[in-house]
């Protein structure tokens, strides 16, 4: 392999790892962020590089053929909630993403080795987050038991519609990310998650929203969120 090849592998892998790494339990040994203090969605840094840069989609898809072992093929995840959908999400939350793991402001001690900076750019990111905020999200995502989505229903709509939306949809300038058509065990753990402060990236504000909940009640959101339609209506 010449050493041009071997940039561009190295520079896959580490894309990967930083997707993998979102799904993958965050870890919670005593490690702290290259950032002192985190401040909920700073602009600064690789990630306002990132934003900044044109996501050119076809180097992206090339880039994520080695994640598909973990995402699976067009970035679907998988049901049983251990690797998030990528597909459809927007490109501003994913490039938070990625950087927040390689910050260590999302921390996951195991995958932290390969996501090195030396290794990705924050333009390949940017390839990334453009060739996945592109592709189709299909219907057959993982769902809950549908046993108390009323209560699901009534609670989003009350706490989570404003920052997500009424469908589920997101908001790609707010960095919220999208939740319809996510898979059911993956939304439940983050929410879990957020609320216990595992996942140290998390905004405030939505912590503060779920705090009081339950995991019975998270687990109606997370199973009304994932019966959204894939496509809002208009």
């Known amino acids: 392999m010449n050493h041009r090849s071997w940039q561009l592998a190295l520079a896959a892998a580490g894309v990967a790892a930083a997707l993998c790494a979102a799904a993958a339990p965050a870890s919670t ?65 994913l490039i938070k993403q990625m950087t927040d793991v390689r910050a260590g402001r999302r921390l996951n001690k195991k995958m932290l080795p390969f996501i090195e900076r030396h290794g990705v750019s924050p333009q390949d990111i940017a390839d990334i987050a453009a060739y996945l905020s592109r592709l189709p999200v299909p219907p057959n995502n993982g769902k809950g038991p549908g046993e108390r989505l009323a209560v699901g229903e009534s609670v989003y709509q009350d706490r989570c519609a404003r920052c997500h939306g009424t469908y589920g949809e997101g908001d790609g300038d707010r960095f919220y990310p999208r939740v319809s058509g996510q898979h059911f065990r993956y939304l439940w753990r983050e929410m879990i998650d957020i609320r216990d402060g595992t996942r140290a990236n998390a905004n405030p504000k939505m912590v503060q929203v779920i705090q009081p909940l339950s995991n019975d009640d998270l687990e109606a959101i997370a199973d009304y969120m994932s019966r959204l339609p894939v496509t809002a209506p208009r």
């Open 29 to 93: 040994a005593e490690e702290s962020s290259d950032e002192p203090e985190y401040v909920w969605n700073e602009m600064q840094g690789e990630k306002l590089q990132a934003l900044r840069a044109k996501g050119d989609a076809a180097r992206g898809e090339i880039a994520f053929e080695i994640c598909q072992g973990c995402h699976r093929a067009h970035a679907l995840g998988r049901p049983d909630g251990s690797y998030p959908r990528l597909a459809g999400q927007h490109d501003t939350v």
